[in-house]
């Protein structure tokens, strides 16, 4: 397991020296906490532009039939099944939850207010995105990756184990912190076949279309708000990511130039 990866929920601010701030904001996928996000101008999703569609779709399937979506989630088995399942153990309402709460929510919030959103995974049009994600696959692929598989269900709730005995809970919420550690053994066990040079070259183009993303806010909000006010770019990332990104970004990448989702 990577030394980078915490359990902090606490928001990272993080400047770029061409103007604006990028507020990272950690979030354990499928469970609905966070620390307040303060005041934003945009929106940045470590999603693609066709997730929003998923999630409503997610969204009126649980309001029609009270956790359908996590009980298919389930029955697939895998690794994500048996993260969610073990979730449920926990009974919690605001644990285990689709669509996943926090992207989703800042997602619904920013249409509300009418505020500029940017996805920051390339939709797979993109060959150099694409190229990537199959050097991904071949990894998993390869001979010595698939012997690790075996038994990985046990080695992932051994993983989280460690992760909850090592890190001290954010709040006495106890049952949060064993959430966000089943999250986080999750990503270590999917992700464990991938090489560090790929994950700092995925980490890296994210982290280029944060900065693009941040140009791009602080272009459409020029002269609307005062000298002293910093724009400021809200960027939800799973916590068991966020010093990666945050990594990628003080290595200054060259920022993309990023469309913006249209309302």
Do not use: Y
Not at 8 to 31: A, Y
Not at 96 to 109: A, M, R
Not at 169 to 177: A, F, M, R, V
């Amino acid at each position: 397991m990577s030394n980078d990866i915490s359990l902090d929920w606490f928001p990272v601010n993080w400047e770029d020296p061409k103007g604006g701030i990028v507020r990272l904001i950690p979030f354990s996928p499928l469970v609905d906490f966070s620390e307040s996000v303060g005041e934003w101008h945009g929106l940045a999703l470590m999603a693609s532009s066709e997730d929003p569609e998923l999630w409503n779709d997610q969204f009126k399937e649980e309001q029609d039939s009270p956790n359908i979506v996590r009980d298919a989630m389930i029955a697939q088995m895998g690794h994500s099944g048996r993260m969610v399942k073990e979730m449920t153990f926990l009974e919690r309402e605001s644990i285990g939850k689709f669509p996943d709460p926090i992207p989703f929510k800042l997602f619904q919030l920013a249409e509300s207010k009418i505020k500029p959103v940017w996805f920051l995974e390339p939709d797979l049009d993109d060959e150099n995105w694409v190229e990537l994600t199959l050097e991904g696959v071949d990894q998993r692929t390869k001979l010595w990756n698939l012997i690790k598989s075996i038994g990985s269900g046990r080695k992932m709730m051994k993983i989280a184990r460690i992760f909850a005995e090592a890190t001290s809970p954010h709040s006495d919420d106890l049952q949060i912190h064993i959430g966000a550690s089943l999250s986080a053994a999750w990503w270590v066990v999917e992700t464990n076949h991938l090489t560090e040079d790929l994950h700092t070259r995925i980490n890296h183009r994210i982290a280029s279309r944060i900065r693009g993303s941040l140009f791009g806010l602080c272009q459409h909000l020029n002269g609307q708000i005062d000298d002293e006010e910093s724009v400021v770019l809200l960027v939800p990332v799973p916590m068991v990511r966020l010093q990666g990104v945050l990594s990628a970004l003080d290595g200054l990448p060259e920022s993309e130039e990023m469309k913006q989702e249209e309302e």
